[in-house]
């Protein structure tokens, strides 16, 4: 009798969750990410980094990223690949504050040499926003010009979402 008593519970509850108005988790997550490049006379930089949001509403969302980015200068070769959490605030509709933490780790070539080491990056963003694109700047306040490969601290955002 517990068995069936079980078995009825189970599909009660089945059948409710799936009658619900709520939103499933995965409707309210968007995918996209942001990319890069420049073009120097001995300069080549790509960059790409996906990343998945979950939107709580109007004007929070936060999730995981990864990166990748690949510069040429001269001789020196670098292969950066980085994860991190994103996090964005909408406080209006034109406008997008976001926080990024991204660890990044480094594998470097010049001639023979190779080297490796890692760095971490907290990025603190304003950008205009229209639907799900923003451009604009980000701040990198753990900024060490020693243990970095970017020349700056401030960098662009160019970041899309679907």
């Keep these: 009798m517990k068995k069936i008593a079980f078995l009825f519970l189970l599909i009660s509850l089945s059948t409710f ?3 619900s108005n709520t939103p499933k988790f995965w409707d309210n997550v968007r995918y996209g990410g942001g990319f890069g490049f420049g073009f120097g006379k001995h300069n080549t930089t790509l960059a790409i980094a996906p ?8 004007q929070f969302a936060v999730g995981p990223s990864i990166s990748y980015l690949y510069n040429k200068n001269y001789d020196l070769t670098s292969n950066v690949y980085g994860v991190g959490v994103i996090g964005l605030y909408n406080p209006v509709d034109f406008l997008q504050l976001s ?23 907290l ?3 304003l950008a205009y926003r229209s639907g799900w694109f923003a451009a604009g700047l980000r ?5 060490d010009s020693s243990d970095t490969i970017y020349a700056s601290a401030l960098s662009p955002i160019i970041r899309f979402y679907f």
């Design 123 to 125: 990025y603190l963003g």
């Design 139 to 143: 701040y990198d306040v753990l900024y």
């Design 51 to 58: 990343s998945a949001i979950y939107v709580f509403d109007d």
């Design 17 to 19: 969750s799936q009658t």
């Design 99 to 121: 926080a990024e933490y991204e660890h990044s780790f480094v594998t470097q070539k010049l001639g023979i040499y190779k080297g490796h080491f890692d760095f971490p990056a």
